[in-house]
């Protein structure tokens, strides 16, 4: 399927194709029997794809959705990683802060390594795209392979850093059982058909005692969100503005592929780690901060409002006071 002559990403405009469509159940109790959550939520050209929420258990996803074949079309795209990852939300290009985020990361895997008290083992990171937190990992001693569904992403991992990086989806990846001592899995499962066959698959891949770090976005199913969808109109689009508008989920009529076809919050996402085995270590709210605004070298007043509100609802969120927009779960294989 080629959905690259048809569109270019959601900012573009000529959208002419068709999507298959298939009605699904709830991914994880199974059930069917949702309610409507927030209609025309994203968009394949013409078509509109509505969000409902699992009157048994909360999750919200996309129903009907795309087929599996249309979904794998939309990472073929060359600008996923470029504008159609961060649907606008940072002012610069993914691999253009290469450096920063391998940074940023190297942070990030001294964390883990004290969260789930590992050093250097065998890393695996399912959607790996650019690799910089494989890059990172193995600056840190880690020896580190990756899942990337994203064919451009996947290249420029291998060429730029020599990465051993499995194209496709994970059930497909040559991995032996228990090979791996940490699994990461960063804005992942809310793309995936079957994360509990995912989870699953990740469990076995661990050996005994070995962690998973799970992260999710969580804000769609949030009362922050449904709250901000009742004051949309109070909202200072001016002094929010494009970005953080985009960020909300509230930039206009663009509304983007359905990337995220399922919203996890921490009932759904614990119950999913608990069923393919896991055990939780560490629960973890938090909000994602939109990079360019804490980069401004000079900031204005405006950026320097913003920066205290997303920081202090960060703090608050990993304190646990506030419901989180995302979530972080540390999970442990424990036989
Ligand atoms: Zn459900």
């Avoid at 399912?126 to 990337?148: P, Y």
């Avoid at 646990?320 to 999970?331: D, M, T, W, Y």
Wanted: aromatic content about 10%.
């Amino acid at each position: 399927m080629d959905l690259e002559s048809h569109s270019r990403g959601p900012q573009g405009t000529a959208r002419r194709i068709e999507p298959a469509t298939e009605p699904v159940a709830c991914a994880v109790c199974r059930a069917d029997d949702p309610r409507p959550y927030r209609a025309g939520m994203y968009s394949i050209g013409r078509v509109r794809f509505d969000l409902v929420r699992c009157k048994r258990c909360g999750l919200v996803y996309v129903n009907p959705r795309p087929t599996s074949a249309v979904l794998e079309a939309l990472y073929d795209d060359p600008e996923y990683y470029t504008h159609g990852y961060n649907l606008g939300v940072e002012t610069e290009n993914y691999f253009a802060r290469k450096h920063e985020l391998i940074a940023q990361y190297e942070d990030t895997l001294a964390e883990y390594e004290r969260e789930t008290e590992t050093r250097a083992g065998d890393l695996l990171e399912l959607g790996s795209a650019g690799g910089f937190l494989l890059e990172a990992g193995r600056r840190r001693g880690w020896r580190v392979k990756g899942v990337e569904i994203s064919p451009p992403a996947a290249e420029y991992s291998a060429r730029e850093f020599g990465l051993e990086i499995h194209r496709g989806l994970l059930e497909t990846a040559p991995y032996a059982e228990q090979s791996f001592d940490l699994a990461v899995a960063d804005n992942v499962l809310e793309h995936t058909l079957r994360p509990d066959e995912v989870l699953a698959r990740l469990h076995d891949l661990l050996r005994p005692g070995g962690h998973l770090i799970v992260i999710v976005p969580s804000y769609v199913n949030s009362a922050w969100f449904r709250g901000f969808a009742h004051l949309r109109s109070l909202l200072p689009r001016r002094f929010l503005g494009r970005q953080v508008l985009a960020l909300l989920k509230f930039d206009g009529e663009d509304a983007g592929y359905p990337y995220h076809i399922l919203e996890f919050d921490r009932a759904t996402l614990t119950r999913l780690l608990r069923a393919a085995g896991f055990e939780i270590a560490k629960t973890e709210g938090s909000v994602p901060l939109p990079a360019h605004l804490f980069k401004d070298k000079s900031p204005t007043l405006r950026t320097r409002c913003l920066r205290f509100m997303f920081a202090t609802l960060d703090r608050l969120m990993r304190l646990g006071l506030l419901p989180a927009a995302r979530l972080r779960i540390v999970a442990r294989r424990v036989r």
